[in-house]
């Protein structure tokens, strides 16, 4: 049988009931060991690091049970067996050792041997890319030996294949490969009946379609998983259940829909505590704790977690601890345990130092500077975080580098050193930049590639639904006529199929455009990954008269419910829903609102508006009356200029500097208005006669020597001498 499809799939999961070395168990997807390993084969799904140990210290290899086997094939099933129990455990050295060793005592001449350990070898170098030598030539022998033999040439094995080559395809980029070759594997696996490989096939369709951000498509494709396996009572039924819903948990999570998130992830832990497992279950309760804190309700994450902290340590996964002790953490940071929160914080830097992972570590790091932000010792933050500055520049640029220029510019502005805090500022605004430019880049050619495989996905089916009806043809009319009614048909079906084509695809992209480029609760454009935001904004804006148009950044930060707690970044839509609400009242009908991140939103004003002063009380009401409404609370700023900032020389500050212009604008309000209970705002406007040659590269030193020669006026609801510029 030999799915070793099964072996990341059913069979990695081990189950007690595949334990023959009959035709039978090939047939059903499971590999084929020795019956003396029975024990240790049910322990792949519940305890592999138990079963790798029984394995490798296990006697009675030549005599297991009193039986007269052969020595060879004993070890053989043993060192197979063994190999799966470590790369369950993920200990990928340790089962490419036992690889190796079972290569050395197999007989070429047992096919199904032969065939097993070629693909094992290549799921686990698959894991491992510095392990991997001859994956495609591996998968070539698996190949040529289905040809070969009937024993192994069956929709089974043929599944295995094709799903192993998914998997090795899709880790080295070759993305269309892998889905013709994962597309392969579902149609084998429907033709073996096997009810578990139906249901892995699906799986593993779903987590392609995920990692291609058809969030979609692959909750449907896990959804069918989990609907399969319901009604089936195995291990692999309930692991496979429990990994189904917790991908869909994350997905609904993505979507911001909480409840099918909490509802999905406890049908996932329904299903974990039917097994033996204890890194599974300490796995799903810290997703479970996760969303909580995503949800905002940090108080209700931290049970579930402690619970997880248990499992892991029973489980001795490293990898889990500290992953939970960052979870809780984060937890206590919000509920007000400062010395909880320090000792969960610290220890999990200390354990992914342990693992030498630095991209984790920098996260804790980042918290913990925040959590002594809210303990109001900027001091310590500043040390936390230019340690943090250090291991970051160790990584590559991500979006965690900028956000520590951030935070030492608010630890700066804490502690009153404002010219450290400007300059720290001005780092995060150039590195925040780079990294949007690259993100930008890298979405763009990820959204070009996601069109190219819905494209691709659609006509592979088209095609497998068109050969499913030649056939039929095939079998009902003589050759002559089929011939004829082929040609006739193929004809008309390629005039169908590319009109039918271009139609889908023309509509799926304006339908993912539409998706990418509007907020779905504000229906506001969302302009942070465009190259030009306000450019962006102001293409789907139309100006009547020459009067300027103004332009306002309006900052939210720290936002908060009426008893004082914070609203997570998931909780957030509801917010901007409403305001959305407020801000579409007819008597701002003048006004065009985009998203620019989570807490900044960009808005046009048309030639009704006199100046950026009038504009900036216009919004800073349109909040105060949404925030008296529901209780509300937020530090709110909004920064205003008209477009173009130079009349004499319309052009000569691009819309990149203007946005700059604005964002400078705002953080010369920082310095009052950490301090102010009130929203404020603040009003730029160049004189008539101010020359372009005045601004050029350094647009920060620029305007605030421009203002303080009076070549730009500036109005604020704060003291003009408070403003740090």
Known sequence: MTKLSCLYTSFIFGIASCISSTVQAYETGRINVDS??????SMLLSEPSRCLSELETKEPLSKANGKLLVESQLLLSAHKLAALCAFN???????????????????????????????IQVLVQVKVPELAHNNENNL?????????????????????????????????????????????????AYASKDELLNAWAEYRLAQFYLSDNQNQLALTHFNAAASIVEKLGSNTAYYLDALSNREMALIYLSKQDFQKALNKQNQAIVATSKLPNPRLKADMLSSLGKIYNLQGEYASAVIPLMNARDFARKAKSLMLLS?????????????????????????????????????????????????????????????????????????????RNAEVYR??????????????????????????????????????????????????????????????????????????????????????????????????????????????????????????????????LRSHYLVTGSKPVFVALISVEDLRTADGNPISQHNAPLYFERLAGKAGDQKNSSLVFGHLGLHHALVLSDGQTTDGESLSK??????????????????????ACPIPFLEKSPDALNNQTI?????????????PYRYADKPNWISLKAQPWTPAAFFGDAIAQDLSNAIDKGLVKVKSSVELIDLAW
Request: proline share 2%; net charge negative.
């Open 618 to 639: 216009n919004l800073l009401e349109i909040f105060e009356q949404l925030h008296s409404q529901y209780g509300y609370k937020a530090y709110l700023s909004v920064a």
């Open 323 to 399: 992953r939970i002790n960052m979870y809780l953490g984060e937890s206590y940071s919000n509920t007000g345990e400062y010395e909880l929160a320090l000792s969960h914080l610290q220890s999990a830097r200390q354990q992914y130092q342990k693992q030498k992972n630095p991209s984790l570590e920098l996260q804790v790091m980042l918290l913990l500077a925040r959590l002594q932000l809210q303990q109001n010792e900027p001091a310590l933050a500043v040390l936390q975080l230019q340690k943090a500055e250090q291991l970051a520049n160790t990584i590559g640029l991500t979006h």
């Open 140 to 188: 070539n022998q698996a190949r040529q030996l289905i040809e070969k033999f009937s024993e192994v040439n069956t929709p089974s094995h043929n599944y295995q294949v094709e799903r192993i080559a998914g998997n090795f395809y899709h880790r080295n980029g070759r993305s269309s490969e892998a889905l013709q070759a994962l597309l392969k594997a579902k149609e084998y």
């Open 36 to 41: 003396s390993f029975q024990a240790q084969q």
């Open 407 to 536: 935070l030492l510019a608010l630890a700066y502005e804490m502690n009153d050193s404002f010219e450290n805090a400007l300059n720290e500022y001005k780092v995060f605004h150039e590195i925040d930049q780079q990294y949007q430019a690259l993100s930008r880049a890298e979405f763009a050619d990820d959204f070009k590639h996601h069109v190219q495989l819905m494209e691709q996905g659609q006509q592979l089916s088209e095609v497998t639904g068109l050969k499913a009806e030649l056939e039929l043809e095939l079998q009902n009319l003589s050759q002559i006529a089929v011939t004829a009614i082929s040609l006739l048909f193929l004809s008309v079906f390629a005039v169908l199929f590319l009109s039918y084509r271009n139609g889908f695809r023309s509509k799926r992209i304006a339908e993912l455009t539409m998706q990418l480029e509007v907020n779905p609760y504000t229906h506001w454009q969302e302009l942070l990954f465009h190259r030009d935001p306000l450019q962006q």
């Open 659 to 671: 946005l700059q212009v604005l964002q400078l604008s705002l953080f010369a309000l920082k310095k």
């Open 89 to 119: 455990d993920r200990n990928y050295v340790s089962a490419m050792n036992h690889i190796n060793t079972a290569f050395k005592v197999l007989d070429p001449s047992r096919v199904q041997d032969h065939f097993e350990l070629l693909l």
